[in-house]
Structure formats: structure tokens, C-alpha cells
């Protein structure tokens, strides 16, 4: 409806609609996700109808999420806040959209079934945020005081439980190792230094960690392979040394020789953006666009290597790990900042870094960044390794996190009981009115939608396992979650099941924010797209 007042073309859903609306959107993306948690989860096979047809296999919810379309407004802010989970935290995407769902569903029963008006729910939860994060310090282990061999332990044994939902199930030793001795190399540094390239046509095992940094590209014809402590200028600029074919244009001429003159202005442009590249001293120069021969040619005359057509964020990082910047303009006249020159021990192409390749490969050793290094990921096919990448980057994240914070929590659905317990202990021991104590309890049943769904997607019975792990906490145990290879509960301490306390709060947070903001909107006004107006036509 628009009340006569909207154009033609808007509407205006208020009240309980708007709310059922709201409540589709997070049903629908919950029943989407839910599936995908745990070691047992399942896969969705994601298929773009466009002209592309591209196709992903996965189980990560940030993924998963970027690549449906949906047109309701609630799934599109779950949709973002599973994406600021995983730039936030790395893991943990699946989670808070399952957390998130619950919260909202409680939400929901309690403005239509209990009357509770939008804002005092939200006043509950914020205070139910407050209890559950002080209850997070409560369970945190902190292990920045134990010896290197146990703290190697903890970080294999977390890198595991990251991976065990992961398409990398079967190897989840093999690339949590890997993962693991990659984090440890950068310690506390950014993890910008860890570059991942994947070659297809080898099995999972053949996957390995690399010194340097290596650039899948090659070095120019006819220049040296290789060379020590190189001064290396990263650019994006263009370099095509003729421009009206590259963008198309036609020149009516009456004179070949102006012709001619027009083709010598643009060989003189770029002999002059030569020179500018030149005047910087760089003995390589590397390129994210295409350089034409022209150019190459006129590079390799004045003594400099050049490598083109670098993808993106691989030459982002090489910057980083070069300590370069990346230029587009090199006249010394423009600003008073000359351009930042990478380096690095040496440079060299080589063929043998790759098993079962034998294309060259430009290797930066030796590298300002600490502990820089490339994991060269093998699989069978494009998506099993895109979808390995995505493994082993949730992994990365989240062993960086844990080496710079050094705390953990029980996992297996062990600590979200718990949670759950705390918050209904704390309602019991303040005496809280009686609408708090209402709102509180529907939080702490959403608590416990995480290990339903861990136990469900295990083939467990979800509300038999769910009263033994309360159980089990109600007599005081802490370290009790849900053992999904023998479908049972137990020691999950024992187990090596493991989350890393950063995530988990991220995801509480995520979910609890996210959740604050639906359950204030009681309207959802959807508007056409604006008509461009006859004026506009004709421009």
C-alpha cells in the first residue's frame, strides 16, 4: 500500500507486516546457511545464470552470501554482516548468521506473543550483550604463559577446527600445518606477507610453503633472470605505445606523411614516459597493466626488467612485502614526494619451485616484510582450489588472531551453553523485573540454536543433544561439547575442539548489533528507481 501519498510505483509496509517481511528474509537465509555448520555440514553448488556461468562449490557462509541475490531487506543485512565477520575475523561466518536468526526469531515471539514494545527488547539485549561478554572472560583460557610445545598444540588443534568444516576435511592435518607455520613466521605482523597462489592439475598433498614471494609471471625477453638486491618500481599505469587502436578511434587523414607524424607523436609520448620511469634509478620495473614491445623495447635500451600484466592483488602485495608503493605518474616535477622503490635480497625466474610445472615463475627473496612467504595450493580443478583458498584463509585468520591474543575458548557448541546458563544464572541471582527476566530467557534459548544445528547436521537428535550438553553444564562441567566424528557429546578439551575467543566475540557482536537494528524497524518504504527526466534523455 501507499496511502496516496508515495509515487506510483513505491510502497509502504508498516507494522506487522513490515515485521513478517523482516522475519521471511531471516528465515530464508538461516534455513540457506544452517546446513553448511560444523565438520558435517553440506556444500552448495552456486551457479551464475549470466554470461559468465561461473560456478562455486562452498560451505563458507561469506561466500555463500555474496553470491545470492536477494531482494529482501533483512537478508541483505545479514548478507553484510556475515561479510564484516569474515573482514573483521576471518571465520565464524556461518555462525553468526545461524546466532543472528535465532536472536531475531526470539525477538520476534516477543513482540507478537508477550506485546513487549521494540525498544524495551532492545534495551534487554543490549544488557544481555554486556552479561555474555563478561561471561566470555570468564570461560577465555589464556595460554600467552605456556611453553612453545603446547602452544604449538593450541594452534594446530584451533587451525583443525577451523578447517574440519571445511572441503579440505580428509587434510585438515596437512593445511592446518601449513597454515600454522605460515602464521608463526609473520608472528604479529600483518598477514598482507602471506601470499597464496594456486596452480591446478596436482592432488591436495603436493601443496607446500614457499620463501619469498613468488609472481606468476615472467621476466621480459632477452633480459637477465636473475639479479641481486634489484631497486624494484611497482606501477599501474598504461603503457601501450598506441592508443587510437586501443581505444578504437578512426583518423581521416589526406597525407600519409601526417599519418606518420601522428604515429611518431605517440612513440615520442611514450619515449618521454620511458625516460620519466627511467630517471627513477629502477633496475625492475614491474607492471599491472599490458607494456607493448615498443616500450619493452625502449625499457630493456635503457637497462631496466620489466614484467607486465601482474593481477591486482598479487601486486598488492608484492608492494607490501617490497616496501614499494605502487605509482601511476613518474614525472620528478609532479609534488615534492619522489616514488618509494621496492627491494629485496634477489630476483630471479625459475622453473623448479612447482612440481609438475615447468612454466617460469618470477621468485623476490630475501624480503623487508618479516617471515614473507607463498603457499602454492594444488588441486584437481579451478573450484576445489578456490574453495582450498577460502579454507586455509579462514584458518590463517583465525592462528593469526590467536597468536596475537593468545586466549581460546571450548568449541563443539560447549561454550554457547554455557553462555546460555550464565545469562539465565545472572537474570536468577539480580532479581530482574519480570519483562527483563522474559527477554533474557528468549536469548538464552537462541544460544543454543548453534549446537541444534551442529548436532542436527551430525545426524544427531538435536534436542537430546542439546539437553545433555545443559545437563552437563548444570552440574559444572566446562570443557563439555558435542564429538561430531562419534556422534555423541563429550571432553571436548580432550578433543582439540578449540575456538579462538576474538572470533567468537566478533560473532556475538556481529549478531547482537545486527539484530538491534531489525527489531527497531517497524516500516519498510520500497521506492522505484528514479526516471531520468526528458533533459537527461538527451545527454
Do not use: W
Not at 584458518?395 to 560447549?414: F, T
Request: charged content about 25%.
Amino acid at each position: 500500500m501507499n496511502g496516496g501519498y508515495l509515487s506510483f510505483g513505491s510502497t509502504d509496509e508498516r507494522s506487522e507486516s513490515a515485521r513478517i517481511t523482516i522475519g521471511a528474509g531471516v528465515a530464508v537465509v538461516r534455513d540457506i546457511i544452517s546446513t553448511t555448520l560444523g565438520p558435517h555440514g553440506n556444500d552448495k553448488l552456486l551457479v551464475s545464470t549470466g554470461p559468465m556461468k561461473e560456478i562455486h562449490i562452498t560451505n563458507d557462509g561469506a561466500t555463500i552470501m555474496e553470491h545470492i541475490n536477494v531482494s529482501n531487506p533483512a537478508a541483505k543485512i545479514f548478507a553484510d554482516m556475515s561479510k564484516a565477520q569474515d573482514n573483521n575475523a576471518g571465520d565464524g561466518t556461518s555462525s553468526v548468521v545461524v546466532l543472528g536468526s535465532a536472536l531475531y526469531k526470539a525477538c520476534s515471539h516477543l513482540i507478537h506473543e508477550k506485546r513487549l514494545h521494540p525498544q524495551v527488547i532492545v534495551d534487554g539485549l543490549d544488557k544481555a550483550l554486556q552479561i555474555i561478554l563478561t561471561a566470555l572472560d570468564q570461560y577465555t583460557v589464556d595460554f600467552s604463559k605456556m611453553d612453545t610445545a603446547s602452544m604449538d598444540k593450541i594452534l594446530m588443534e584451533m587451525a583443525m577446527t577451523s578447517l574440519s568444516s571445511k572441503i579440505v576435511l580428509n587434510h585438515k592435518e596437512f593445511f592446518a600445518d601449513i597454515a600454522v607455520q605460515a602464521a608463526k613466521r609473520i608472528g604479529s605482523h600483518s598477514l598482507n606477507s602471506i601470499h597464496i597462489m594456486k596452480k591446478d592439475g596436482a592432488s591436495m598433498e603436493e601443496s607446500k610453503i614457499v620463501d619469498g614471494f613468488l609472481l606468476d609471471k615472467r621476466i621480459g625477453m632477452g633480459q637477465k633472470k636473475k639479479i641481486e638486491k634489484p631497486s624494484i618500481l611497482v606501477a599501474n599505469t598504461q603503457l601501450d605505445a598506441d592508443k587510437i587502436k586501443v581505444f578504437g578511434a578512426s583518423v581521416k587523414v589526406d597525407a600519409v606523411s601526417k599519418l606518420e607524424s601522428i604515429e611518431s607523436a605517440e612513440k615520442q609520448k611514450m619515449l618521454d614516459k620511458v625516460d620519466a620511469i627511467a630517471s627513477h634509478n629502477p633496475d625492475v620495473f614491474i607492471n599491472r597493466q599490458l607494456i607493448y614491445d615498443f616500450p619493452e623495447q625502449a625499457l630493456r635500451d635503457k637497462g631496466v626488467i620489466s614484467i607486465e600484466h601482474a593481477d591486482f592483488e598479487g601486486i598488492e602485495r608484492l608492494a607490501y612485502v617490497l616496501n614499494a608503493e605502487i605509482a601511476s605518474s613518474f614525472s620528478k616535477d609532479i609534488g615534492t614526494k619522489s616514488i618509494q622503490l621496492g627491494t629485496c635480497g634477489l630476483m630471479e625466474e625459475r622453473t623448479d619451485l612447482i612440481s609438475g610445472s615447468s612454466d617460469p615463475i618470477v621468485l623476490f627473496s630475501d624480503l623487508p616484510a618479516k617471515g614473507a612467504c607463498t603457499i602454492v595450493l594444488r588441486g584437481a580443478t579451478e573450484q576445489v582450489l578456490d574453495e582450498i583458498e577460502r579454507s586455509l584463509h579462514d584458518a590463517l585468520c583465525v592462528i593469526h588472531k590467536v597468536i596475537v591474543d593468545q586466549r581460546y575458548l571450548m568449541g563443539g557448541g560447549c561454550i554457547d551453553v554455557l553462555l546460555s546458563k550464565f545469562l539465565l544464572d545472572k537474570t536468577r541471582q539480580q532479581a530482574s523485573s519480570p519483562v527483563e527476566t522474559i527477554i533474557f530467557e528468549e536469548i538464552a534459548k537462541a544460544f543454543l540454536e548453534i549446537p541444534s544445528c551442529l548436532a542436527q547436521n551430525s545426524g544427531m537428535d538435536p534436542a537430546t543433544t542439546v539437553a545433555s550438553l545443559k545437563n552437563a553444564a548444570e552440574s559444572g562441567s566446562l570443557n563439555t561439547g558435542i564429538d561430531a566424528n562419534v556422534r555423541t557429546v563429550g571432553d571436548v578439551s580432550k578433543l582439540g575442539v578449540l575456538e579462538s575467543r576474538v572470533v567468537k566475540e566478533h560473532l556475538i557482536k556481529g549478531a547482537f548489533e545486527a539484530v538491534m537494528v531489525l527489531t527497531r524497524i517497524d516500516g519498510i518504504v520500497t521506492n522505484r528507481p528514479r526516471q531520468r527526466g526528458p533533459d537527461m534523455r538527451n545527454h
